[in-house]
């Protein structure tokens, strides 16, 4: 079974902190998405990474940004936190597939609270 | 634009059959997908269409009509642990990579 491991289930930061979600994926999957998910508004994608070193904004990237250094690692940064990044974080990770019929797979999910 | 239309709640009782209507207009389509994620937990892989058509897997069939941007999920034979919100999302291929642009999802309750 695919496993996506995020590093906490809950987080609470202050205003203006600069935070770190971190997500690992055991498949060797080639891509990996950072989500947020908010009542009302379903999952939006925040950034996504095809490749190690490779990033790509999604619908919603400002102020956050991605590191992926390792194919396996994927992590989101709130450069400076603020309340309006209080949400509930998913990663999935997916493999490339011509056919498209692979599914993303996610991770159980960070719920971050910024005071 | 994009946009991917839901209904927010279902009500269903058990043993019954309830059908989640998904509606869509994106620029690109490569595939849709329906995740279901029970409160607190990660979105699981229900089903995936990309040709026109119903595509069956136990008590869950998903259907899909591209001329008409719509699919459904059909649950048949209602169980209590079927109570969850149910993700319908599409695939708009970028490169080598999926990118998926999920709607609101369908909070489904399934009453004895």
């Known amino acids: 079974d695919v496993k996506v491991t995020q590093s906490s289930r809950y987080l609470v930061k202050r205003t203006g902190e600069k935070v770190f979600l971190e997500c690992v994926q055991d498949m060797d999957h080639e891509n990996m998405f950072w989500y947020r998910q908010d009542p009302g508004l379903g999952l939006r994608l925040i950034y996504f990474?095809?490749?190690?070193?490779?990033?790509e904004k999604g619908d919603i990237p400002e102020g956050y940004s991605v590191s992926r250094e390792k194919k396996e690692r994927f992590s989101l940064i709130l450069e400076s936190a603020s309340t309006n990044q209080t949400s509930m974080y998913l990663c999935?990770?997916?493999?490339?597939?011509?056919?498209?019929?692979?599914?993303?797979?996610f991770g159980d999910g960070t719920r971050l609270s910024i005071l | 634009g994009q946009n991917i239309d839901q209904p927010t709640e279902m009500t269903a009782t058990e043993g019954a059959i309830v059908q989640i209507n998904c509606t869509y207009q994106?620029?690109?389509?490569?595939?849709l997908f329906w995740y279901q994620q029970h409160a607190g937990e990660a979105p699981t892989f229900l089903s995936y269409n990309v040709l026109d058509g119903l595509e069956e897997k136990g008590r869950f069939s998903s259907f899909l009509s591209r001329s008409k941007g719509y699919s459904y999920l059909l649950l048949k034979e209602l169980q209590m642990k079927d109570s969850a919100s149910y993700l319908c999302?599409?695939?708009?291929?970028?490169?080598?990579?999926?990118?998926?642009?999920f709607g609101t999802g369908t909070r489904l309750q399934v009453f004895p």
């Open positions: 994106t620029s690109g389509f490569n595939g």
């Open positions: 999935a990770s997916s493999t490339v597939d011509r056919v498209g019929s692979q599914p993303q797979h």
């Open positions: 999302a599409v695939r708009d291929q970028w490169g080598n990579t999926d990118k998926l642009i």
């Open positions: 990474s095809y490749d190690v070193k490779m990033k």
